[in-house]
């Protein structure tokens, strides 16, 4: 059973918008954690779009800065990502990723720091 559970996803026009959610167990608290988005395209490696620190600090790939934002209510124990301006180039499966080692003033983009992975959600993006 994983620990978080990411929604939101499904078919949007490209120019649209979504807004994805990454929701944790009870139990289990993203207070300080670093979060990370992952996507995964159809015959394609993932890869890591953006994340943010237990701080708030955020950090981007190329490929999303000024179209997606991350961000996080520890009241609801969720982290969001707002996605806008999408192209048919953005169709994936989305993932966010848990990780408890960082310190909570930077994050890291790759896999290899995420230990605590969703199931993830597929978005589409065509007309």
């Known amino acids: 059973q994983s620990h978080v559970v990411e929604s939101g996803g499904g078919l949007v026009q490209p120019g649209g918008s979504l807004r994805l959610s990454c929701a944790a167990s009870?139990?289990?608290?993203?207070?300080?954690?670093?979060i990370a988005w992952f996507r995964q395209a159809p015959g394609r490696e993932r890869e890591e779009l953006l994340c943010v620190s237990g701080y708030g600090h955020t950090k981007y790939k190329e490929a999303v800065a000024g179209r997606f934002t991350i961000s996080r209510d520890n009241a609801k124990n969720t982290v969001y990502l707002q996605m806008n301006s999408l192209k048919p180039e953005d169709t994936a499966v989305y993932y966010c990723a848990v990780d408890r080692r960082q310190l909570p003033d930077a994050c890291a983009l790759g896999e290899e720091w995420y230990d605590f992975w969703g199931q993830g959600t597929q978005v589409t993006v065509s007309s």
């Open positions: 009870r139990f289990f608290t993203l207070t300080s954690c670093a």
